[in-house]
């Protein structure tokens, strides 16, 4: 079993950045790819980012793409998005999870942490 904690999330200001930080422990060796995903209040879930755990191979979502940066240092079993240029729409939830095979389930996710962007 894998167990992740975000932190990290908080209030910011439209055009500000904040860096989330996703610790995993456990059984970290099973993790392939680990993604950071949003649900703002009456909305489905969506994924933000995404990176193998090997910290190769990103995918961001249209509306983050040059805004933020998903990264992983494996060392520290740490993962990282950094986003900058917050907007008001980015208000949500963030969650780590993580994937032990591709096109699998996500199988591991962490608490929430809250993002609020103020206009």
């Known amino acids: 079993q894998v167990q992740l904690v975000e932190s990290g999330g908080g209030l910011v200001q439209a055009g500000g950045s904040l860096r989330l930080s996703c610790a995993a422990s456990g059984r970290t060796v099973s993790l392939y790819t680990m993604a950071w995903f949003r649900q703002a209040p009456g909305k489905e879930r969506e994924c933000v980012g995404r990176i193998r755990w090997s910290g190769v191979g990103t995918y961001y979502v249209d509306s983050v793409k040059g805004r933020f940066t998903i990264s992983s240092d494996n060392a520290k079993n740490m993962v990282y998005l950094q986003m900058n240029s917050l907007k008001p729409e980015d208000t949500a939830v963030y969650y780590c999870?993580?994937?032990?095979?591709?096109?699998?389930?996500?199988?591991?996710w962490g608490q929430g942490t809250q993002v609020t962007v103020s206009s």
């Open positions: 999870a993580g994937q032990e095979m591709p096109g699998s389930v996500w199988k591991y």
